[in-house]
């Protein structure tokens, strides 16, 4: 049998590979493997991995919508911390997940300072964003973690997932922020900063989250 080393693998940008049968141990070793300073992102779920390699206008779009929620918090004068891209794993259910970004809001206060996280007794984050989500290894991770809420930005429109009883359902409305029409702003704002600097992008959506709550 030929072996070969995981840091051998090169994923294109844009590209996506599956490992099937593979053991809590050897997602373990890989990571370990992968190290922390990499391009790539994964998914486990069911002994599926998934290694992918994000394309440019994907970490364009990450970014924006991460500010955004971020702007969103700030104006409404709620803490938040944000966890970036941390990879979240949980033994007991055999699963982990590296969220393009995620915040923890309702239980922001209880987790300042954590460097590690323990989902066996920490909360999942509240907020989740994937640009491309399309993966069912994914989003069985996401489900087995119960992260509350997932926002989805694929081909210029924004898909909200609310977990309802272990399984997520679309929405037409955040939790984190009923209020505003998420699903109608953040593309738009994202779609704007393909043709504006990105600076000036953030300024307008400001602008427009203070504007609605002054009305």
Request: glycine residues 4%.
């Amino acid at each position: 049998m030929v072996q070969i080393e995981v840091r051998q693998i090169r994923v294109p940008p844009g590209q996506r590979i599956q490992l099937e049968n593979i053991s809590w141990t050897d997602f373990e070793a890989i990571l370990a493997d992968l190290g922390e300073r990499r391009a790539t992102r994964i998914a486990y779920s069911e002994r599926i991995l998934e290694i992918m390699a994000p394309l440019p206008e994907h970490e364009t779009a990450k970014v924006f919508i991460g500010d955004f929620v971020k702007i969103l918090l700030d104006e409404m004068s709620i803490e938040w911390i944000s966890l970036g891209s941390t990879t979240f794993k949980q033994e007991l259910m055999a699963v982990g997940i590296e969220p393009d970004d995620c915040f923890d809001i309702r239980n922001c206060a209880r987790m300042v300072g954590r460097e590690r996280l323990d989902l066996t007794v920490d909360p999942p984050p509240d907020l989740a964003i994937e640009v491309n989500l399309t993966s069912r290894t994914q989003i069985s991770a996401y489900e087995a973690l119960k992260v509350p809420e997932i926002w989805c930005y694929h081909r210029g429109n924004l898909q909200i997932s609310v977990l309802q009883d272990g399984l997520y359902a679309d929405s037409l409305v955040s939790p984190t922020f009923p209020d505003f029409p998420i699903l109608e702003i953040i593309p738009q704002f994202v779609k704007r900063g393909q043709i504006e600097v990105m600076s000036s992008v953030r300024r307008a959506f400001q602008q427009w989250v203070r504007s609605a709550i002054e009305r």
